[in-house]
Every structure is written in structure tokens, then in C-alpha cells.
């Protein structure tokens, strides 16, 4: 939607920062609705391959972690929107990452599938190393975003096997046949 604003707008970084905080209070509203009746609320969408590339299943443990995210994304993105005001920071092309870290981890956290988790992970991966890099990185910084790049994909390699295995015992990449392999 930030990027539908006027171009007349100079910074369109505390529209992006606006939205994002109303997208963290729904996921606080989710996470507190399920909380409240315990009724768990499964979406999927999309399909790769015979995967569906979102299947999210907010039980009660996934609920706390969104009324978690919700609140601190929503304090963070208020906070973001003071903070740009305040400086000049031309066109920030790293902008767009913040809000889908928001949503990344909103779906690892419900993730009820070994590939929709890892599409979930990868995303959340990539934008926080584009977070932890910056707009105009120092060499110390840059080297810091590619080491924690470089772990991120250890432990998706990682994450890979173990699914692999797991998948294999189950018959199934669900992670409900899985707890019963």
C-alpha cells in the first residue's frame, strides 16, 4: 500500500510503518481471539509442486507467539514512524523488508507443514538479513549480515535433513504425522 502512495510524498516509510502496526494489531487480535475461545484457526493458500506454500494452524502455543509478535511489532513500527521523521534517509530500498519479517514470522509460527515452514523461514531469513545489513552497510556490517546469512542457511540445511528424515518416517510432510511417526 506504500507503495500505491502519492509520489509527491517524500518518505513513504511512516505510511509503510503506519500499516505494518495495524497489520501487528490484527495478529495481536488473532493471537488474543484464539487465546480467548481456544478454538485453533487453520488458513492454507497456494500450492508449489502439490505443497501448499501457506499451511498456518494457530493453536494455543502459536497464539501466545502472535500476541507476542503483535504487541512488539506493532510498539516497534510506532516507534519506526518517530524515528524516520527524524532524519533523512533518502530512499531506503530495505524498507519493504521490515513488513515481511512482521508476516514471516507470523506464518513460521504457525506453520503445520515441513515445506510451508520452510517457504515461512527462508522469507523470514532473507529480510532480517536485509534488516541486520541496512541501507548503507559499513564493511563491518556487511560482514556481519553475510555470517548471519550464512548461519540462517546452515540451519535451513539442517532443518532440510531433519524434515527429510522425519517426512520419510511419516509418509508425510504434515507435522501432525509427524509427532505420530
Known sequence: AAALAPR?????????????????????VLGVSVLATGQTVV???????????????????????????????????????????????????????????LASLALVFGADDAFAFLFAWELMALSSALLVV???????????????L????LATAALIIAFGILAAAAGGTDFGTFGRA
Request: glycine content about 12%; proline content about 4%.
Open 8 to 28: 509527491s510524498r517524500a518518505n513513504p516509510r511512516p505510511l509503510s510503518l503506519a500499516l505494518a502496526a495495524l497489520a501487528c494489531v490484527g495478529i495481536f
Open 134 to 148: 541496512g541501507v548503507r552497510p559499513s564493511a563491518d556490517v556487511a560482514r556481519a549480515g553475510y555470517l548471519y
Open 43 to 101: 488458513a492454507s493458500a497456494g500450492q508449489v509442486l502439490g505443497f501448499a506454500l501457506i499451511h498456518v494452524r494457530y493453536d494455543m502455543l502459536a497464539a501466545l507467539f502472535l500476541v507476542a509478535l503483535g504487541a512488539a511489532g506493532a510498539a516497534a513500527s510506532v516507534y519506526g514512524i518517530g524515528y524516520t521523521a527524524h532524519g533523512n534517509l533518502g530512499t531506503d530500498r530495505t524498507a519493504a523488508a521490515y513488513p515481511v519479517f
Open 150 to 153: 550464512a548461519l540462517t542457511h
